[in-house]
């Protein structure tokens, strides 16, 4: 009988210890990136096949969103007018679908829209993972040594003025390097 109770007590005590350590390595693994910290490694293959990387010595504004979002979907104007301001001052936009497929309707929504920037489909979500994205649409401003300059989790409406500021900084940051 003592066996029986030493083992069951034995066996409550690691499984306890166990899930506390898991409990506790998963709450500690997902933090949110925020400004200041260093981007993590990520290259996508765009529609168009090119590769794009991001930290690597431009500076990058990094859109995560799906077709299937409506805001998503509302915000690619002004990724759009962003391309057009900033391209002429080194500065990529670069919008990352991870609609799940096989990127037609990724594609298809690209073209219907003619988006002037690069776009890229992730159907498996590394986009995500990497940056512990906590939905759509989520852009990051990533500056040319691979330092966070700006987040958004949410829509870019009502956030052209810091965006904007943001990038202007980046601009600023890569004339002094000249």
Not at 2 to 24: D, I, N, P, Y
Not at 147 to 155: A, C, D, H, L, T
Request: glycine share 8%.
């Amino acid at each position: 009988m003592r066996r029986v109770l030493f083992a069951a007590v034995a066996f409550a005590l690691v499984t306890a210890a166990a899930c506390s350590k898991q409990g506790e390595s998963r709450g500690a693994a997902f933090r949110p990136l925020v400004v200041g910290d260093t981007a993590p490694a990520y290259a996508a293959v765009t529609l168009t096949g090119d590769t794009v990387r991001v930290g690597a010595g431009t500076p990058v504004l990094l859109n995560v969103w799906a077709t299937w979002c409506e805001s998503c979907r509302e915000e690619m104007a002004d990724l759009a007018a962003l391309e057009k301001k900033y391209a002429p001052e080194h500065v990529k936009v670069v919008a990352v679908s991870v609609d799940n497929g096989d990127g037609t309707r990724v594609k298809r929504f690209a073209a219907s829209e003619k988006l002037p920037f690069a776009v890229a489909h992730d159907p498996a979500g590394e986009v995500q993972k990497k940056f512990q994205a906590v939905g759509v649409p989520e852009t990051y401003l990533i500056s040319d040594d691979g330092r966070m300059m700006w987040v958004r989790r949410g829509g870019l409406a009502g956030a052209p003025a810091s965006v904007t500021a943001g990038l202007d900084s980046a601009v600023q940051k890569l004339d002094r390097q000249d």
